[in-house]
């Protein structure tokens, strides 16, 4: 196999195993039965990070790497990661250091000032300011909404989420569906390749890819999720699992109230020329969000979800596409995941509801044996 076609592999089976979560743990999450480790026990050569869960590691770095525009190999060496040849990992260090000294001597150990504060998508921050005349064409404080803004005007959560329900189809109608067979295509990097997702209610779901390196799949039972490529098998990490908890939600549009509990409403963004209303939301046991409802039609057209790094938080945002009336819901049959490192679509092209699904598809199968860590 060429370099280039090792790469592609990689960068595949990542996007692939984010499917439904965003998160790339497949080559560093726990054992489902061991012990939580400290990175600093897992991993080679942990120098700043080595209190946080291990299983934080990585979600970490790839929080970095969103927040600097740049890959792994920008500050690691290929293939031998806890080596510190490259001036850019001591610096990335020292970086580390000062944003973790800063949040705790002047915000109470919050994360407040993150590498994204100064950095912007750049490994290079601008130190002067840039002039635009957009922008000094604005008047103060219309560049964006504060988050515990009030804003009078708009319908509260309750009518944006009844709206939303009632556009889906109803509740009664929501729950006559006990199980969906989706099938269709994913395009990521380029390549297009078959997928099936079945779901069964309240929460399992499972998501089954073809590329041409073989199988791939996410899947949550109801109480824990695991990942799987050619490469192995592995649990999901807390995060991991609370992310797909909220994706395989059969149920979610009668659902949301009782999923999260607080409630804020701004007017969201145009996506694809449609008006939207914003509800950030928050719960317990599930990552924060933000949801945005089309104006005009009540449906979820955008979720983003966000999952906390002992840096900063890594979002990953849901594009929801091409609505269509299926057994009395209206159900989309296009999305669109988009992360820092990438975006993949689905499209579906055929959806069967209330049929047998193999109960075999959510019992988790072994995990690998533990493996040599490395950062």
């Known amino acids: 196999m060429t370099l280039i076609a090792k790469r ?15 998160v790339t743990a497949l080559s560093h999450a726990q054992e489902s039965h061991a012990a939580p480790k400290s990175a600093v026990q897992q991993f080679k050569n ?53 944003e973790l000294t800063i949040n705790a001597d002047q915000f109470d150990s919050r994360i407040v000032v993150t590498c994204y504060t100064c950095h912007r998508g750049s490994p290079h921050p601008v130190g002067i300011p840039i002039l635009s005349a957009e922008a000094a064409a604005m008047p103060p404080h219309e560049h964006h909404h504060d988050e515990g803004e009030e804003h009078p005007n708009l319908p509260t959560a309750a009518q944006i989420l009844d709206k939303y329900l009632a556009a889906a189809g109803g509740a009664e109608t929501l729950h006559k569906i006990k199980t969906r067979v989706q099938k269709g295509t994913i395009d990521a990097m380029g390549e297009q390749y078959p997928i099936e997702v079945y779901s069964e209610a309240p929460e399992k779901r499972v998501s089954i890819s073809h590329p041409s390196f073989g199988d791939s799949v996410t899947a949550y039972n109801g109480e824990a999720g695991w990942l799987a490529t050619p490469r192995g098998m592995h649990p999901m990490s807390a995060q991991e699992a609370s992310a797909a908890r909220l994706d395989a939600q059969l149920y979610f549009p009668a659902r949301i109230r009782e999923l999260y509990q607080e409630f804020q409403v701004q007017t969201g963004d145009t996506i694809s020329g449609h008006a939207t209303y914003m509800i950030a939301a928050q719960g317990r046991g599930l990552p924060p969000v933000r949801l945005y409802f089309d104006q005009q039609s009540g449906l979820l057209l955008r979720l983003v979800r966000y999952a906390e790094t002992p840096l900063g938080r890594n979002p990953t945002q849901i594009d929801y596409a091409d609505y269509r009336d299926t057994g009395g819901l209206k159900i989309p049959f296009q999305w669109a995941l988009t992360r820092t490192n990438g975006t993949f679509t689905i499209r579906i092209n055929s959806v069967q509801q209330n049929v047998p699904v193999d109960e075999k598809l959510f019992v988790m199968p072994p995990a690998l044996p533990p493996q040599e860590s490395r950062p």
């Open 46 to 98: 942990i120098q700043v990070l080595k209190d946080i869960p291990a299983d934080e590691l990585v979600p970490t770095m790839q929080f970095i790497a969103g927040a600097l525009g740049v890959e792994c190999q920008f500050c690691h060496v290929e293939h031998a990661m806890d080596r510190d040849d490259k001036k850019e990992k001591q610096t990335a260090r020292k970086m580390m250091a000062m």
């Open 8 to 22: 592609r592999f990689a960068g595949i089976a990542i996007l692939f195993s984010i499917a439904f979560l965003g």
